[in-house]
Nanobody
Framework: QVQLVESGGGLVQAGGSLRLSCVAS????????MNWYRQASGKQRELIAG???????NYLDAVKGRFTISRDNAKNTVYLQMNSLKVEDTAVYYC?????????????WGQGTQVTVSS
């Protein structure tokens, strides 16, 4: 099992910044990739950023240049630095990891943290 605990969400004005954190515990050494998703009200959940165990990153075009994903292996933590926030960034943000346990590829999810950007 892998447990993910998120923090850092909140209310911010357009143009501001937030930094989300996600701490992994349990079988954290089995994680091969960590990702951030978001889900706006009434919309589908979408992948916005990911980072592999080799530190390769990818971003949704809508956040590229504004958001940065990073990881601290010593703390089993992944971060999402969000700058130049826009009203359309308002959503629940979820941490996700991919882990291989017993030869089986599995996905784990955090509880989600609300990000609200006001105009």
């Amino acid at each position: 099992q892998v447990q993910l605990v998120e923090s850092g969400g909140g209310l911010v004005q357009a143009g501001g910044s937030l930094r989300l954190s996600c701490v992994a515990s349990g079988s954290a050494s089995s994680i091969t990739a960590m990702n951030w998703y978001r889900q706006a009200s009434g919309k589908q959940r979408e992948l916005i950023a990911g980072i592999t165990s080799g530190d390769n990153t990818n971003y949704l075009d809508a956040v590229k240049g504004r958001f940065t994903i990073s990881r601290d292996n010593a703390k089993n933590t992944v971060y999402l630095q969000m700058n130049s926030l826009k009203v359309e960034d308002t959503a629940v943000y979820y941490c996700n990891c991919v882990a291989i346990l017993g030869g089986i590829r599995r996905n784990y999810w955090g509880q989600g943290t609300q990000v609200t950007v006001s105009s």
